[in-house]
């Protein structure tokens, strides 16, 4: 009785986040000037977004006003920080993406430390596959992961290994083994969901969403109605969330 509770549990919370998923690639599409002007720029600093997607308060939780991709939901695996918090930063990465590596092992323990852990601002991830079919592998690997309240920490394991150039080798024995490094506790569960369909089909429509946006290089973020990419130095981030926290009010 037990195991199917969870099991129906499991497959509501996979039914929720296709459903995240469905509204994020709706509006994505009209966001596309706002990653092509932050390209245009080469990195170099945050670029303004145009008006819409928005959605209305009573929409998976996110506010009025806010970019549809936002999803706010208490729970999220693929989140941290305040479900309330006046700014949600929005992350795409790729598991075999260096400069990915590089944030996340430089920067984003900053960014938890001096905005997340202080309530300011809330993080959500968009995992794309970018580098081939063991990047599609790591994607599931990591919604796997999530599956069991480890996403973060997978991250960080994969990401602490990653070469400083070209891109991460990880073959499926290897992300059983970073599993375990991150504290997965059922590693046969997480073996077995390696091969479940829906969390493939999960990664596979966030991948999809973010080449509709145009997002074509990683890491990429938004925040406040504007977009940063590439792993920039951490004065920049500051900058950055400080001016969309101040804009939030």
Same mark, same amino acid.
């Given at each position: 009785?037990?195991?199917?509770?969870?099991?129906?549990?499991?497959?509501?919370?996979?039914?929720?986040?296709?459903?995240?998923?469905?509204?994020?690639?709706?509006?994505?599409?009209?966001?596309?000037?706002?990653?092509?002007?932050?390209?245009?720029?080469?990195?170099?600093?945050?670029?303004?977004?145009?008006?819409?997607?928005?959605?209305?308060?009573?929409?998976?939780?996110?506010?009025?006003?806010?970019?549809?991709?936002?999803?706010?939901?208490?729970?999220?695996?693929?989140?941290?920080?305040?479900?309330?918090?006046?700014?949600?930063?929005?992350?795409?990465?790729?598991?075999?993406?260096?400069?990915?590596?590089?944030?996340?092992?430089?920067?984003?323990?900053?960014?938890?430390?001096?905005?997340?852990?202080?309530?300011?601002?809330?993080?959500?991830?968009?995992?794309?596959?970018?580098?081939?079919?063991?990047?599609?592998?790591?994607?599931?690997?990591?919604?796997?992961?999530?599956?069991?309240?480890?996403?973060?920490?997978?991250?960080?394991?994969?990401?602490?290994?990653?070469? $400083?150039?070209?891109? @991460? !080798? %990880?073959?499926?024995?290897? #992300?059983? /083994?970073? =599993? +375990?490094?991150?504290?997965?506790?059922?590693? $046969?569960?997480?073996? @077995? !969901? %390696?091969?479940?369909?829906? #969390?493939? /089909?999960? =990664? +596979?429509?966030?991948?999809?969403?973010?080449?509709?946006?145009?997002?074509?290089?990683?890491?990429?973020?938004?925040?406040?109605?504007?977009?940063?990419?590439?792993?920039?130095?951490?004065?920049?981030?500051?900058?950055?969330?400080?001016?969309?926290?101040?804009?939030?009010?």
């Amino acid at each position: 009785m037990k195991s199917s509770k969870q099991a129906a549990r499991r497959q509501q919370a996979k039914r929720r986040r296709n459903r995240r998923i469905a509204i994020a690639a709706g509006a994505i599409v009209v966001f596309l000037g706002v990653v092509l002007a932050a390209q245009l720029t080469n990195g170099r600093g945050p670029v303004a977004a145009p008006a819409a997607p928005t959605v209305s308060a009573s929409a998976g939780g996110v506010r009025t006003g806010e970019l549809a991709f936002v999803r706010r939901e208490q729970g999220d695996p693929m989140a941290v920080g305040d479900v309330d918090a006046p700014v949600v930063l929005v992350q795409w990465t790729d598991m075999r993406c260096p400069y990915c590596a590089v944030f996340n092992r430089e920067t984003l323990p900053v960014l938890r430390r001096e905005y997340v852990d202080t309530g300011k601002v809330r993080i959500e991830i968009h995992d794309v596959a970018y580098f081939g079919e063991q990047s599609e592998d790591a994607a599931v690997a990591a919604r796997a992961a999530a599956e069991q309240g480890r996403f973060f920490e997978f991250l960080s394991a994969v990401y602490k290994e990653a070469p $400083e150039k070209g891109h @991460a !080798d %990880l073959p499926r024995e290897r #992300l059983i /083994a970073f =599993a +375990a490094k991150a504290g997965v506790p059922d590693i $046969e569960r997480f073996t @077995a !969901d %390696l091969d479940d369909a829906g #969390l493939r /089909a999960a =990664a +596979a429509a966030s991948n999809s969403g973010a080449e509709r946006l145009g997002v074509t290089s990683v890491p990429f973020f938004v925040a406040g109605g504007s977009s940063l990419s590439g792993a920039q130095p951490i004065a920049v981030f500051r900058q950055y969330l400080d001016a969309a926290i101040a804009k939030a009010g």
